[in-house]
Nanobody
């Protein structure tokens, strides 16, 4: 297992930017972790995929965030980032970090609120 801690959420006006960080308790993309991802859950809605990044650096994005969000990793810091630009009110949600491999781990989430 790996312990994940998100940070960087907050309140921002529409059109603004935030960078979320997900710090892992040990080396990410070890033999037991294949993919790191960001998910979000808005009130009354199901949790949805935002972006993923593999050990090789391949990325995948939800259509709703393509061109605005960028996922990246720093293996030396055991950290995955989500750079969010041109934020919209519909991006308001709790954002969760996820690790997938031989196990699944979730962070506790960080709130992102975008005001119009």
């Amino acid at each position: 297992q790996v312990h994940l801690v998100e940070s960087g959420g907050g309140l921002v006006q529409a059109g603004g930017s935030l960078r979320l960080s997900c710090a892992a308790s040990r080396s990410i993309f070890s033999f037991s972790i294949n993919v790191m991802g960001w998910y979000r859950q808005a009130p009354g809605k199901q949790r949805e995929l935002v972006a993923t990044i593999t050990s090789g650096g391949s990325t995948n994005y939800a259509d709703s965030v393509k061109g605005r969000f960028t996922v990246s990793k720093d293996n030396a810091k055991n950290t995955v980032y989500l750079q969010m630009n041109s934020l919209k009110p519909e991006d308001t949600a709790v954002y969760y970090c996820n690790a997938e491999g031989t196990f699944t781990s979730w962070g506790q989430g960080t709130q992102v609120t975008v005001s119009s």
